[in-house]
C-alpha cells in the first residue's frame, strides 16, 4: 500500500516580515480523507493552504503534495483549489469559465458534471459577474472540481452561502470524497468540521495544537461538566479535591464541577453520599476548541 500522504506539512514556516504566520505547523493527509482545518482569525490556516498548494515557499520545513514539490502536482492537475480571494471574470458565463478551466486539465469532468456537482447546473448560462456572492462561491468549487482532482482543497469554502446552499455543498462534497477523493478544508464552523471531516487539525498561532476526531478533541481539551444538587448546608469544601476536577462553579445550590475524568468524579461524590439531581455532559467542541486556542 501507498502510504506517502497525500499532502503533507513538515515543521514548515512561513514569515511575513515581522508575523510568522506558520511556525512549524504539522499536516499530514492519507488517500481518501477528509481533513478540517480549525483556528482563530489569524491563526495561519490560509498560509499553511498557501504553502500546500506552492503559492508561497516555506522559509523552513517542507511542503509536499503526492511525495513531491506542490509545483509538480498543481501542475499535473492532480489538485483543484478554492481559495478565498475572489474575483469575477468579466462577460464569460459559468459554461464558458468552467469548460475554460477544465480545458486545462488533463483528465476533466465533463462541464455538466462539474456544475452538478457544485450544485449550479440552472447557472450554466449566466453571467459569471452578475452572481450572488453565494453563487459565485459555487462557480468557484464548480471550478475547483473541473479537473476531477484527486486533491481538493478548500479554504473557508461554506462562509458566503446560506443555510441550504451550505447543506447542498456539503452533499457534493461528501460524494466526491465517497469516489476515493481527499479534501482539505478550513473553517470556522466547529460543527462542519465535526460533521463532516474524518479528522480536525487544529491551528494555532501558526502550529498545530490538536489533531484527532471531534470526540478525540472534545475528550482531550477538558472532558465533562458534572452537575449535582448540594444538601442544605453542605459547602463546596473540598470538591476541587476531588479526583479529576479542574475547576468547581456554585451557584442555586447547584455545583458544577468541570473534570478531566467523570467517572471517578462521579464515583468520588457517591461515596460522600453527595449525588444528588446528577448530570453528566460531555465537553462541547467549542470549549475544547476555546480550550485548545485560548490566549495564554
Ligand atoms: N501576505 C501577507 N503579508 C503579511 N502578513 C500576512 C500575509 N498573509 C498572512 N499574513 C499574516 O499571517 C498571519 C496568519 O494569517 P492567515 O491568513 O494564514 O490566517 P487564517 O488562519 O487563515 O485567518 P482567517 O481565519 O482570519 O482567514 C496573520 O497574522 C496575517 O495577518
Redesign the pocket.
Known amino acids: 500500500m501507498n502510504r506517502t500522504p497525500v499532502a503533507a506539512l513538515s515543521r514548515a514556516v512561513k514569515r511575513?516580515?515581522p508575523?510568522t504566520?506558520?511556525d512549524g505547523v504539522e499536516l499530514a493527509l492519507a488517500a481518501g480523507e477528509t481533513v478540517a482545518l480549525l483556528?482563530?482569525?489569524?491563526?495561519?490556516?490560509?498560509?499553511?493552504i498557501?504553502l500546500l498548494l506552492g503559492l508561497v515557499e516555506p522559509d523552513a520545513g517542507r511542503a509536499e503534495l503526492f511525495g513531491a514539490r506542490p509545483e509538480t502536482a498543481v501542475r499535473e492537475g492532480r489538485v483543484g483549489a478554492m481559495l478565498?480571494d475572489a474575483r469575477a471574470v468579466p462577460r464569460v458565463t459559468v459554461r464558458e469559465l468552467v469548460a475554460f478551466v477544465a480545458g486545462r486539465y488533463p483528465v476533466p469532468l465533463p462541464v455538466p458534471r462539474a456544475l452538478e456537482l457544485a450544485g449550479i447546473p440552472e447557472l450554466a448560462g449566466r453571467r459569471v459577474d452578475r452572481l450572488s456572492g453565494g453563487q459565485l462561491q459555487r462557480v468557484r468549487l464548480a471550478l475547483a472540481l473541473a479537473g476531477d482532482p484527486a486533491l481538493l482543497v478548500l479554504?473557508?469554502p461554506t462562509a458566503a452561502l446560506d443555510v441550504a446552499a451550505r447543506r447542498e455543498f456539503w452533499t457534493s462534497m461528501r460524494e466526491y470524497a465517497r469516489r476515493g477523493h481527499t479534501v482539505l478544508f478550513?473553517t470556522?464552523h466547529l460543527e462542519e468540521a465535526d460533521a463532516h471531516a474524518d479528522r480536525i487539525v487544529v491551528?494555532d498561532r501558526?502550529r498545530t495544537v490538536a489533531d484527532g476526531t471531534g470526540t478525540e478533541l472534545r475528550r482531550a481539551a477538558g472532558g465533562s461538566l458534572v452537575a449535582v444538587d448540594m444538601a442544605a448546608g453542605q459547602g463546596p469544601d473540598g470538591l476541587a479535591l476531588l479526583p479529576g476536577v479542574r475547576s468547581v462553579e456554585v451557584r442555586g445550590g447547584r455545583a458544577r464541577l468541570r473534570t478531566e475524568d467523570s467517572d471517578a468524579t462521579v464515583r468520588a461524590l457517591a461515596e460522600r453520599g453527595a449525588i444528588r439531581g446528577l448530570e453528566v455532559v460531555p465537553a462541547t467542541l467549542d470549549e475544547a476548541f476555546l480550550a485548545l486556542t485560548e490566549v495564554r
Do not use: F, I, L, P
Open positions: 511575513y516580515g508575523t504566520a506558520v483556528g482563530r482569525n489569524g491563526a495561519g490556516k490560509s498560509t499553511a498557501a478565498q479554504d473557508e478550513s470556522h491551528v501558526g
